[in-house]
């Protein structure tokens, strides 16, 4: 008997549908699995044997064979578990073939038959629905992400026997199950707790207001990485297509354990000692990486210069792009990254280059190595160098409450990204730092005395084509925090400011 069982496979972060087709025949007793599988797949074969036979079933002496079509895609993955095992079982006639149909099936098996959490079940809800399913069987621990998908029917499944029944119309597939409570909140963080230190936190809120990367460089205890984790704070909450997006790529990571949609922005602060692949995806089978898990959200390099140089430069395409194409033989995988980087660093090896209090102990070799390690095409693509100097001594006895609060600064940051969604129609770019080509020159070209003022900065630090373009869009933001409709001079003047590692050294 031939049965067709509906599944998918995940590729980057969208599913292909797959056909799970299985057949049970006179001959050689045996178990053959075609379609091009990884030896994650291979391996169902044992796993699906042991938990049939632990539900009481015993397979007949026949030969049964699975392919998992189409056959040119690489399949990888303990998702196909579950739908081999509800093949093989309507194979030999063990449950009604009719009521798989129109039904995908997705998960693991453990050998007792308990239906195990995968990866990429939102993406894979999200393709069954586009194939018209009415319904989609999951693990438990799945079902709620698969739930945030509307239009399909999401059954949770605990065992292999509970599939079993409901397919005999014994019993009925449990629906989703609530969110398992969150850990208690941590210690609220808001801007009105750094002291001080107020053109950082002016140049934090227009790298929220227009999506823009930023860097802190200052002596250790200066504030930077305190000012940084309060990013998150001065964005706006994410609309449902922004928590949808970032959702799929945490569900494609196997992070969305009992968890549905996603409530707040990612903030992911990797360690300086993370791979390439680590940061920006990849291994011999693709895996989103850091860039990508905060997608919509926020990336913190705290240390920048600590991290390997060949892993900082891998982030130029997608600061540039929003998005990393990974690509391997046989196969090439894009995940989202539009994010807002934010980097932090110490002006020298022994922190204190500048500092009026300590005296720096580096000599010029040391220091412009120091430097060296970011490299100029990369400072190119952020778009504010902020110096956070060490606060005087009187100052750290100050309440912090007397400057704005993130509550203040968000406001002012969600009337900045209207006036941008207001001026791009639904058309390009949202935020002013994806502004590009022509929608950049009719929105940011500043008035004559912007020009000069930008000429002369262009001549006299050697800016690139790449950091004029840069200043134009904090400009454009600047001006837009101001509620001004053109860019002007003093906009202008304010943008090259944030510009302070393309000075030479002094």
Sequence with gaps: MLVRIRSGAVLGVQ???????????????GFHLVGLATGAVQEAKVRVAAAVRNLGVKLPHKRITVNLAP???????????????????????EVPADALARVHFVGELALSGEVKSVRGVLPLAIEAR??????IVVPQANALEASIVEGVKVLSAGHLGDVVAWTRGSAELLPPPGAVPAPPPGVPVDLADVTGQENAKRALEIAAAGGHNLLFFGPPGSGKTMLARRLPTLLPPLAFEEALEATVVHSVAGLTRHRGLLADRPFRAPHHSISDAGLVGGTSVPRPGEVSLAHQGVLFLDELPEFRRHVLEAL???????????ARAGRSVTYPAELTLVAAMNPCPCGYHGDRRRRCHCTPHELLSYRRRISGPLLDRIDLHVDVPALATPLLGEAAASGPTSAEARARVARAREVQRGRAGGRGANVNARLRGGALRRAATPDDD???????????????????DKVLRVARTIADLEGSAAVRAPHVAEAIQYRALDRPLS
């Design 316 to 326: 130029r395409q997608p600061l540039e792009d929003g998005e990393v194409t990974i």
């Design 15 to 29: 599913a292909i549908p797959v056909d799970v087709e299985v057949e049970a025949t006179l001959g050689m007793p």
């Design 130 to 135: 586009r194939a018209g399913a009415l319904a």
């Design 450 to 468: 912007g020009r000069r003022i930008l000429q002369a900065a262009v001549e006299k630090l050697g800016l690139s084509a790449r950091a004029h």
């Design 71 to 93: 056959g040119d895609l690489r399949k990888d993955g303990t998702g196909f578990d579950l739908p081999m095992a509800m093949g093989v079982l309507a194979a030999v006639e």
